[in-house]
């Protein structure tokens, strides 16, 4: 069974860039959609944005042009940037897999970021 | 944006009985194309991820104990626990993944009366 594993900084100031990157444990990167996710008290589960390895990604209009996903596939690592963050972004991050159009059946076990000064 | 709207959000049910959630998406998330229903169930434990129950409405995942139980279809659904255990304590959400971005329901809690 694949395992995926979210890394990043816990901390992060108002207004820098949120960056983490999610470990494909296996060799399956490029056979697969790769998610982003995050989840915070205030608005629950929230679906940032998708990639799959030779196609433009998808976000969520509601992050209004601030994020960023990418996959390299030669690390087996998808890697999310979010810019200009504030306290609203303060969340767990999970990535996770799926196929085209499906649903998401491999979860990472995710990383707390916290935004503050 | 499908909004998915879960009821109740809370819910206590004593062991061996029956848990019902219910789960209503604001357009339907059927694909009349393949006739599938884009509709996921997920279960969350205090510090893990959502794991997943149901698939497509209604098939269970791999693993998933068979007490349970997905049903509905269109815009409206059903997470049915046929006779709750207590390690089915936790927070139930509902998802589609027709249309993006796509949608969580805000969860139902479940626990033990």
């Known amino acids: 069974q694949v395992q995926l594993q979210e890394s990043g900084p816990g901390l992060v100031k108002p207004s820098e860039t949120l960056s983490l990157t999610c470990n494909v444990s296996?060799?399956?990167?490029?056979?697969?959609?790769w998610s982003w996710i995050r989840q915070s008290p205030g608005k629950g589960l929230e679906w940032i944005g998708n990639?799959?390895?030779?196609?433009?990604?998808n976000y969520n209009p509601s992050l209004k042009g601030r994020v960023t996903i990418s996959v390299d596939t030669s690390k087996n690592q998808v890697s999310l940037k979010l810019i200009s963050v504030t306290a609203a972004d303060t969340a767990v991050y999970y990535c996770?897999?799926?196929?085209?159009?499906?649903?998401?059946?491999?979860w990472g076990n995710g990383t707390t970021v916290t935004v503050s000064s | 944006d499908i909004v998915m709207t879960q009821s109740p959000d809370s819910l206590a049910v004593s062991l061996g009985e029956r848990a019902t959630i219910n789960c209503k998406s604001s357009?339907?998330?059927?694909?009349?194309?393949?006739?599938?229903?884009?509709l996921a169930w997920y279960q969350q434990k205090p510090g893990q991820p959502p794991k997943l129950l149901i698939y497509?409405?209604?098939s269970r995942q791999s693993g998933v104990p068979d007490r349970f139980r997905g049903s509905g279809s269109g815009t409206d659904f059903t997470l049915t626990i046929s006779s709750l255990q207590a390690e089915d304590v936790a927070v139930y959400y509902c998802?589609?993944?027709?249309?993006?971005?796509?949608?969580f329901g805000q969860g139902t809690t479940l626990e033990i009366k």
């Open positions: 296996d060799d399956s990167i490029n056979r697969y959609y």
């Open positions: 998802h589609q993944y027709f249309l993006p971005p796509y949608t």
């Open positions: 996770a897999r799926h196929w085209a159009k499906n649903y998401m059946d491999v």
């Open positions: 497509w409405a209604s």
């Open positions: 990639i799959f390895y030779s196609a433009s990604p």
């Open positions: 357009q339907t998330v059927l694909y009349s194309y393949n006739n599938k229903t884009y």
